[in-house]
């Protein structure tokens, strides 16, 4: 949800009413214009298209309905689109609009062609079941119980914690920067070449939904070998076990909280709920 | 008698001949051993295919049947205002509305023929099946329908002629007989959906179970009140129609008031179907969770996206006609304030009925979500939002129903204040408690959250019904501050009308390919698998199409019958007044 | 007249527009299940897959059931269904959970959930025992490792199915004797793999010994040890040589999904170090 986008739709519409005469016209071209603005921009992330069509259909619907369900106001539009059609002094409006309309047209169907071609949609689960433990350098890693080692240090060695975090820092900047980014946005310099496109560990939908065993084991094993149901999954993370240390790993666990300011997900009591 | 069967149209007495003859024939298969019965699975039929020739047929039998059951229903129910007030515009309302019946009712027989000719050809191994699990049911069938012709004209040719409580005990037992009908024909294909009183070879253990099986009483409930919805909506079409045409202000006086009672029996049977719905639903899933889950959450989910528009659409119209109806009574201009909240209020929780759970997205957008679900639009795909949405939607509804009724009165009772704000009171802590329910279904296991619906639809009952009660006291001796001009509404309310109509007729058509449909490759689901071409479940764009060329069929068949009986008007007309008491 | 043909239009628009929108939502065409293939000389992997198929189609388990980890569906999420399994039901094994869960699912109902599963073995899903196994093979290998083979007997099977299939059972062994009742000492020996591993030493050739191989590695890991060799490759060994050497000879198309469990079985039962 996008506060300010839906601050200036709100503030428009009052604005609306201190329009000096303004006539029923104003009123739905107003909320029409609002609506879709909201729908267009003030949801973060952005409806998709198929739906923001729908929504503005049925409110198209339902704001003719209101125009036509009021007598007084149905006749005054009709009497002004008369009079726009048919009276001298809006001819040059009038061949304005019937020339735009055609443009407005070809411009949508020259859009559509120009459009580059996609790529049909499947759908893919974001976040692959974890194992519940795994092997890295011949230690087991219980993902189910086991939390970063060094996080309990964030409260006990504030110091300490601090340099685990910086060393995360140079991991992170040594390694991951190249496809996660300089933000960890996701839209680092190869981001564009892969298919899913790197986490973005900004959104609240990944890392902040995550626990921390969870990150481990996404930069321990990578994309090779993750499970295939459900699913086509092709990321390209390397399996980062290969290269770094246990110790950098969780470092850079760290560190990816620190900098985006999320938290990780609090471990739930795993007491017979049956759903893993 | 003698009368009556020289007018029984040649429809009925050819569907029975007709039923008679495919039933002797499969119950004497050795009349028909050179055939070699049983080897025939499926038969073709050229360019449409068995299925589609089949699914047309019974929908526009069960449009017409829907019609000719629903009319005498509230036919009846006018008539018996009429005598009881001593109206005479009552009476002549419901005959009207009968009139229509007597066309509509032979093009039912002969669809029906049409039907059972064409299941027992195209479908033989099916048939077969069928007859064995209900031998004498279909026997009963053929002697109730018979009787329900009886009825039906004595009641419509009686009209006028007999004592008025004989003609009204006629028209109980022509409506006691269409009910029997319609559930003798619910057990068979009910049968289909949810096979019960058989083995696990398919083998038939009782008749009475096979027809008390899961889903029969609730269909029959359901398709008593669509029914009745369905009928009011084609003879407030009618009204519309002859409204259009009507030529004196006094005829559009009068057919206006025809749309409105039409409309207004279409949509107060309306506002409880979604709640016949949901207990259908309830018992698919009882009866098989798999049945379910094809229903609402594998391939038909998105045909409840469409009928949410359908049902979005109907209620907007609704709500619409209901605003311009109001343009007729003095005093109602106080109450246009309300309509844009109204408005509003439907827009809402039409945006939110009609939002799918898993969305259509380009992979950018996709990517921009992070998955298929958007995670403002998921709260809004779940049953929870949908449950609370339409029970907003009937709330708001009703809201209309009231400002309506109140329009041109103002009330005079000494609490009148307290009532006010007593009704006030209801409603809001009831959308409240609506509305927090739908929320609270958010935070709790699916066991619970289906249970709170129960208490969601209680509550919207509750609502109306004291709230009317209260209002009914309120407006006792209340003040009228003008006369409804009836006849005085614009041409696009008729329109709306229309709109109604066939929107209702298009939800029926969606609703009998989903009920049929969800059995997916089965004929007899679990038990008898489909083996022929059509085994497979068409795209929804295929079945959409389907269903508006029924639909556009059925008008067809509506317009001949609306003329037809207009023709029968003339006469009457003509031959000159006094026939009715 | 001029009505009459407005309100023609105007029904022919509404229905053309309700048809519209009808277009507008995905449009997928369903086709009555097809039967899966399953034979006697399936190798595990084939099995898991062949009820990866029945699980998304045919058994329609899938339309309930998630395999993605996320909690909170309607339905248990069967993402590790195959490491809890053994864990769910005091005195059952995994395989015996799973196949009563298939064949009598309301016998145990996960916590939190509502009993609505229909026996998968009952019209209108009707899978028959072979198929089951598959399924079973397939829930096995989400989390864990198949043990299962068309050859597992469940008490939950039909006396006919069980009948037929023992039936099938020899026919396909009569046809192929040399290689379905092999022990695994001797599938050691037909699949050479003593050529780089050690039974009878603790000293590593190629590849490590497997003279402790059972108190070493569970059944599990020794499974994928053969199936997947290079997951885990120690230091001192080549990785890639045994995908290598095992693809070579074909061992991967031959070896059946009974012999596998024989070899492994007959591995696991190598505990010389203790």
């Not at chain 2, 058989?198 to 029914?227: K, Q, V, Y």
């Not at chain 2, 009704?423 to 509305?435: D, E, H, K, T």
């Not at chain 3, 230091?235 to 061992?251: D, H, I, N, P």
Request: hydrophobic share 50%; aromatic share 14%.
């Amino acid at each position: 949800m996008n506060i300010i986008i839906l601050l200036v739709v709100c503030a428009g519409l009052v604005a609306l009413r201190f329009v000096p005469k303004i006539n029923i016209l104003g009123w739905l071209a107003g909320w029409w214009i609002a609506v879709f603005v909201f729908l267009r921009w003030g949801i973060d992330p952005p409806l998709p298209t198929s739906i923001q069509g729908m929504f503005v259909a049925i409110l198209t619907l339902a704001l003719l309905a209101y125009l036509s369900a009021n007598s007084a106001h149905f006749r005054f539009v009709l009497d002004r689109f008369v009079a726009f059609t048919t009276q001298k002094k809006y001819t040059i409006p009038l061949l304005a609009v019937i020339a735009v309309l055609p443009c407005l047209v070809a411009l949508r169907v020259y859009f559509d062609v120009t459009e580059g071609p996609a790529p049909p949609l499947s759908s893919r689960t974001i976040h692959p079941p974890p194992p519940t433990s795994i092997e890295v350098a011949g230690n087991t890693i219980d993902l189910v119980n086991d939390d970063n080692p060094y996080r309990a240090l964030e409260t006990e060695d504030p110091a300490a914690f601090e340099e685990h975090v910086e060393n995360g820092r140079r991991v992170y900047y040594e390694n991951c920067v190249y496809c996660h980014g300089d933000d960890m946005a996701g839209d680092g310099l190869f981001a564009h070449g892969f298919d899913p496109i790197p986490a973005n560990f900004q959104d609240a939908t990944t890392i902040a939904m995550l626990q921390e065993g969870y990150i481990f084991w996404r930069i321990a094993k990578g994309g090779p070998g993750l499970p295939s149901e459900s699913t086509p999954w092709l990321s390209a993370m390397p399996a980062w076990e290969d290269f770094l240390s246990e110790e950098d790993m969780w470092d850079v666990t760290l560190f990816l909280y620190d900098f985006t300011g999320h938290r990780p997900r609090a471990r739930e009591d795993h007491g017979g709920g049956g759903d893993h | 008698m003698k009368l009556l069967a020289r007018r029984l149209p040649s429809g009925v007495l050819l569907f029975l001949m007709l039923a008679g003859l495919a039933l002797v024939a499969f119950w004497t298969p050795d009349a028909w051993a050179q055939e070699a019965p049983g080897q025939v699975e499926y038969r073709s039929f050229p360019v449409v295919g068995s299925r589609v020739v089949v699914w047309v047929i019974a929908q526009l039998h069960l449009m017409f049947g829907a019609f000719v059951l629903a009319v005498p229903m509230f036919a009846l129910t006018i008539e018996f205002i009429g005598f009881r007030n001593g109206d005479k515009r009552y009476d002549d309302l419901a005959y009207e509305f009968t009139r229509l019946l007597s066309v509509s009712f032979s093009f039912t027989a002969s669809l029906g023929a049409l039907l059972t000719f064409f299941l027992f050809i195209l479908y033989p191994r099916l048939m077969e099946y069928l007859v064995s699990i209900f031998d004498w049911t279909f026997m009963l069938y053929a002697c109730v329908f018979f009787l329900e012709a009886v009825f039906l004209y004595s009641y419509y040719y009686g009209w006028g002629k007999m004592p008025k409580w004989l003609h009204l005990v006629i028209g109980l037992c022509l409506n006691l007989v269409g009910i029997a009908i319609i559930f003798i024909a619910d057990s068979w294909l009910t049968f289909m959906n949810s096979p019960n009183g058989i083995d696990a070879e398919g083998n038939l253990l009782s008749t009475w179970d096979a027809i008390n099986n899961f889903t029969w009483m609730p269909i029959n409930i359901h398709r008593l009140i669509a029914n009745i919805c369905f009928g009011g909506s084609i003879a407030a079409a009618y009204g519309a129609y002859k409204f259009l045409g009507a030529k004196t202000d006094e005829e559009r006086a009068h057919y206006d008031w025809m749309g409105y009672m039409g409309n207004f029996i279409a949509i107060a049977a309306l506002l409880p179907l979604p709640f016949a719905g949901y207990w259908l639903g309830r018992e698919i899933y009882a009866f098989s969770q798999s049945l379910g889950i094809a229903l609402m959450g594998g391939t038909f989910s998105w045909l409840f996206i469409i009928q949410a528009v359908l049902i979005g659409n109907l209620f907007l119209a609704a709500n619409y006609y209901l605003w311009l109806s109001m343009e007729r009574i003095h005093g109602a201009e106080r109450y246009r304030k309300f309509t844009k909240w109204l408005l509003a209020s439907i827009t809402v929780c039409f945006i939110v009925w009609a939002t799918p759970h898993s969305l259509v997205a380009t992979v950018e957008e996709a990517r921009a979500m992070g998955g298929s679900h958007h995670p403002i639009l998921n709260v809004l795909g779940v049953m929870s939002a949908k449950n609370t949405a339409v029970n907003v939607l009937i709330l708001t509804t009703y809201l209309s129903f009231l400002f309506y009724r109140r329009a041109n009165k103002e009330a005079t009772v000494s609490w009148a204040k307290t009532g006010n704000i007593v009704q006030f009171g209801i409603l809001a802590v009831v959308v409240g408690v609506v509305i927090f329910l739908g929320v609270y279904g958010y935070f709790v296991e699916a066991s619970v959250r289906i249970g709170l619906s129960i208490p969601q639809v209680s509550l919207v009952l509750f609502a109306m019904i004291s709230i009317t009660i209260i209002d009914v006291f309120m407006f006792r001796k209340a003040k009228i501050l003008g006369p409804i001009e009836w006849g005085k509404i614009p041409n696009r309310a008729q329109y709306a009308l229309f709109f109604i109509a066939i929107t209702f007729a298009w939800t029926m058509g969606l609703m009998g390919y989903v009920r049929s449909g969800i059995r997916q490759h089965w004929h007899v689901y679990g038990v008898m698998r489909d083996t022929s071409v059509d085994a497979f479940t068409p795209t929804l764009g295929y079945a959409a199409n389907v269903v508006s060329v029924t639909v556009l069929i059925f008008f067809a068949f509506i317009a001949v019958v609306f003329f037809l009986s207009s023709l029968a008007g003339k006469k009457k007309l003509d031959a000159g007044e006094g026939t009715s008491s | 007249m001029m009505n009459a043909i407005k309100i023609c239009v105007f029904t022919v628009l509404v229905a053309a527009f309700y048809s519209y929108v009808s277009q507008m939502v995905p449009q997928t065409v369903t086709y009555p299940p097809e039967d899966t293939e399953l034979g006697a000389d399936m190798t595990t992997e084939d099995l898991v897959a062949a009820g990866e198929e029945i699980a998304s189609g045919k058994g329609t388990c899938l339309t309930c059931h998630t395999v993605s980890g996320e909690t909170g569906g309607r339905f248990p999420d069967l993402a590790n269904i195959g490491l809890v399994a053994a864990e769910r039901k005091e005195g059952f094994s995994d395989v015996e959970y799973l196949a009563e869960s298939l064949y009598d699912p309301n016998e145990y109902i996960v916590e939190g959930f509502l009993p609505g599963m229909t026996p998968i073995s009952d019209p209108p899903i009707d899978l028959n025992d072979q198929e089951i196994l598959a399924v079973i093979a397939y829930l096995q290998s989400l989390g864990g490792a198949a043990t299962v083979t068309l050859d597992t007997e469940l008490r939950w099977q039909s006396e006919e199915n069980s009948a037929s299939a023992s039936t099938a059972a020899q026919a396909s062994a009569s046809a192929a004797p040399s290689s379905e009742n092999l022990s695994g000492e001797e599938l050691f020996t037909m699949y050479a793999c003593g050529v780089c591993h050690s039974l009878t030493d603790p000293t590593p050739l190629l590849g490590p010994s497997l003279y402790n191989v059972g108190n070493e590695l569970s059944t599990a890991e020794i499974y994928e040890a053969i199936m997947d060799p290079d997951a885990v490759v120690s230091e001192e060994f080549v990785a890639g040589l045994m995908t290598a050497q095992l693809s070579a000879v074909g061992f991967y198309d031959k070896i059946s999904s009974g012999q596998l469990k024989t070899l492994v079985d007959y591995l696991a039962s190598q505990k010389g170090g203790s």
